[in-house]
Structure formats: C-alpha cells, structure tokens
C-alpha cells in the first residue's frame, strides 16, 4: 500500500510558477512510476506528467511540455512538478499517483493522492 499526499497547491497570477510536491509512504518508492494528472471542473482527468522509477524517463501532455517539469527525489519518498508560466487554462485539481508502468493513461496507475487546487488567474 502506498499513500500519497500533494502539496503546494494555490492561486497564482498568469505567468507565474508553483511548485507541486507529492510525498509518499513505504520503503519501495523508486519501484514505482509516478504521474501527475488533472482535473478542471465539468472536464475529464487528464494527464500532465510522468516520471519512471529511477527518474531517468520523463514524459509530458501537450499542454505542459516546455513549461512543467517532473522530478522526484527517491532518498525523500517525493516527486515534484515545477509549473512555469502558468496560464488560466492550467486551473485544475492536480493529482498525483503511483503504479508499475510508467505512461499517460491512468488506468495505469494503482494509488491517487486527494489533490491539491491550482487557480490561475487572469
């Protein structure tokens, strides 16, 4: 079992940055792939990001690739995503979460944290 718990989350102006962090428990968080995703309201989740085990993969929607990076620092238990030049359509719940499988589809992925809001605004 593994639990997961964001944080960092909040309101920031358009053009501006947040840094999420996601802390997990257990002892075997380099095992496991780690993704980003949200969810706006009345929208689907989506994905944002994702990380393999050993950091050494990296992957990005559309939407983040050259603004958001994905990180995690395995001796801390945390994956973090840095947000830059954030833009009101990036207003959402991010989730994280962790599986065995490293990709974009979340199904992939076998634990969820509750989130943290990110609001951008105009």
């Known amino acids: 079992q593994v639990q997961l718990v964001e944080s960092g989350g909040g309101l920031v102006q358009a053009g501006g940055s947040l840094r999420l962090s996601c802390a997990a428990s257990?002892?075997?968080?380099?095992?496991?792939?780690m993704g980003w995703f949200r969810q706006a309201p009345g929208k689907e989740r989506e994905f944002v990001a994702a990380?393999?085990?050993?950091?050494?993969?990296?992957y990005y929607a559309n939407s983040g690739e050259g603004r958001f990076t994905i990180s995690r620092d395995n001796a801390m238990n945390t994956v973090y995503l840095q947000m830059n030049s954030l833009e009101p359509e990036d207003t959402a719940v991010y989730y994280c979460?962790?599986?065995?499988?490293?990709?974009?589809?979340?199904?992939?992925?076998?634990?969820w944290g509750q989130g943290t809001q990110v609001t951008v605004s105009s």
């Open positions: 979460a962790a599986g065995p499988v490293v990709g974009g589809i979340s199904s992939l992925y076998d634990y």
């Open positions: 257990g002892r075997t968080f380099s095992s496991y792939a």
């Open positions: 990380i393999s085990g050993s950091g050494d993969g990296t």
